[in-house]
């Protein structure tokens, strides 16, 4: 093992929140794992969502993600949603995806048929209402329960540019293993890369906000949930099937604070935990965005606040302007303090530190958490989550047929398309 390896698995054990950390100490070899996940296949089939967007297509990230993805041997469906496809573009990423040797389907959110479907469920009013990954993810969702074909179904990005098939291997696991308990999984990951760390919105946002929440409206068990997560933003997660019927999943940011959310909505401790999925992450990164409360971190931020106030809410907790007032506040002095504790950090292990760029985006956080205490007042009688696949069931039972129908029916007419045109490599 190198000299960083010994070290991590020596001192990087902890088991320090409410949830069960799985650390990676160094001692197995990808190959040893997918041998061990290839055996619980044959009890608990495996599948993979990926959630992505045709112009990723385009990018280095994802056509090295499906290059790792063809050597993995264990999954038995990959479900891909593709947002933002004209036809051409979809026939294109037919072709793209044709080289994974796993069964796998592309949703073509974008086409007639499952538009269609789409406006039939927004007759109903069970559709999701904002368009983003939330939407995609949910389509995804409800086609994997579907088809039945996966009992355990992994979730991560396509724009991850330090992909390695362990990072799914590692994340699939916990919830693979037939005599582990585990219902939910999440991964986490170191965020350092270009001499610098990354992670604003989760070291400079989520993390103070969740400790300045506890002193401002009391420690509670929801609260230290989610403060024992190491990296609770992270878009990488793996179910067990029968969690997918019942999750009500959010349409915006909040996806990620959500979804934890909800699993502990519906689950003891005992069946949530952590694992470590990678020795570092990188992938597309948000501009700050200063000046456009619509776009960016910005957007997120916002996004994420009114998550956590609409959470705390349906725990019991009263909201008003004046706690919103005193929270900003609260969190501002807290997030200050750790951007100290990150410089601190930085400069130990020799990397550059913006502490002008860090203090800035708190600024903008701070006012951005006054702003979505106003928002969620003022919008207190919004639905913030698609209505959940086991309701959509029960009010449509044909559901799943037509789901199934229209992406086989777009998979066959489109995918004796033109051969593979030339794309730009980003």
């Known amino acids: 093992l190198s000299e960083w390896k010994r070290r991590k698995t020596v001192t990087d054990f902890y088991q320090n929140g409410t949830i069960t950390t799985l650390h990676n100490l160094g001692e197995r070899s990808t190959a040893d794992l997918e041998q061990d996940l290839l055996q619980f296949s044959e009890r608990r089939p495996l599948g993979l969502i990926l959630p992505s967007l045709y112009s990723e297509i385009e990018t280095p990230a ?88 996966a009992e355990a179904i992994a979730l991560h990005d396509c724009d991850i540019l330090t992909y390695d098939r362990s990072l799914l291997a590692r994340l699939i696991y916990p919830v693979a293993h037939p005599i582990f308990g585990y219902e939910f999984c999440k991964g986490y990951y170191p965020r350092v890369s270009e001499n610098k760390i990354n992670g604003r919105v989760c070291r400079l946002l989520v993390s103070p906000m969740i400790r300045a929440l506890k002193r401002i409206v009391g420690e509670s068990p929801y609260l230290n949930y989610l403060d024992s997560y190491r990296y609770i933003l992270a878009g990488e997660f793996a179910f067990r099937k029968r969690l997918l019927g019942d999750l009500r999943i959010p349409t915006d940011w909040g996806l990620e604070i959500g979804v934890v959310s909800e699993v502990y909505r519906s689950n003891s401790n005992k069946q949530i935990c952590q694992v470590d999925i990678a020795d570092n992450y990188d992938h597309k990164h948000q501009d700050l965005s200063l000046n456009d409360q619509t776009a960016g971190l910005s957007r997120m931020s916002l996004d994420i606040a009114r998550s956590l106030y609409r959470k705390l809410a349906i725990q019991g907790t009263v909201f008003n302007q004046e706690t919103f007032r005193t929270l900003k506040a609260t969190y501002y002095r807290m997030a200050l303090d750790l951007i100290e504790t990150y410089r601190n950090d930085a400069m130990m292990n020799g990397l550059s530190f913006d502490i002008h760029g860090e203090e800035e985006a708190v600024e903008l956080f701070a006012q951005n958490i006054l702003e979505a205490g106003v928002q969620f007042l003022e919008r207190s009688s919004e639905a913030p989550f698609i209505p959940t696949w086991n309701r959509v069931f029960s009010a449509m039972p044909d559901i799943f047929d037509e789901l199934i129908a229209a992406v086989e029916a777009d998979h066959e007419e489109f995918s004796a398309a033109r051969a593979l045109p030339k794309v730009a490599r980003g």
């Open 62 to 149: 994802l056509p090295a993600i499906i290059q790792e993805l063809k050597s993995v041997p264990y999954l038995s469906q990959i479900v891909i949603g593709l947002d933002r496809a004209t036809q051409d573009e979809y026939q294109h990423a037919l072709s793209f995806f044709a080289d994974l040797p796993q069964h796998h389907r592309v949703l073509w959110n974008d086409g007639p048929r499952l538009k269609a479907i789409d406006a039939r469920l927004q007759e109903a009013g069970l559709a999701p209402q904002e368009l983003g990954k939330g939407r995609n993810v949910w389509y995804c969702m409800g086609y994997a329960l579907a088809t039945g074909r």
